[in-house]
């Protein structure tokens, strides 16, 4: 399904770049991302058996997109604060050139990607489960480091 929705943002030359961008310590901002996209197909499974339709296509094309403005750090933010801040709008800047039919309601779920640390809050079924989904990945990204894996 990820590949299904997101063909195309795999496919670009961003997404290829982000496979080189270390991201919590040892893994990617890729791998981040399509393990945010995991964790987002399955809170929509959840919760469409709790009787909560959510747009999976929308979560996952989301997930994919949400921490590109990652991609070259060190030389965009001066510290981890200015990147967890500026981060999820350079997303959404970065999502218009990939995706030039990308609607206002995924740019506003990638902009609120980071509550509550940010000030942007979910404002979507869609924009929230990527939130939870970024951190379960998050999460687990930081379990597997402590175990040595990727
Ligand atoms: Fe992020
Ligand atoms: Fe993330």
Redesign the pocket.
Known sequence: MIRKYGRDILASDKFRQARGQIHHYRTSVASHSIKTAISGLKLCSILRRMGISVDARMVVRTALL??LG?VGRSDLYRNNYECCMK??GNSASISRQICSEIDEKSLAAIES??WPLSVHMPGSKEAFVLCMA?KIASVKDLIYIKRGKR
């Open positions: 949400h921490d990652m981060h999820p990607h980071m970024d």
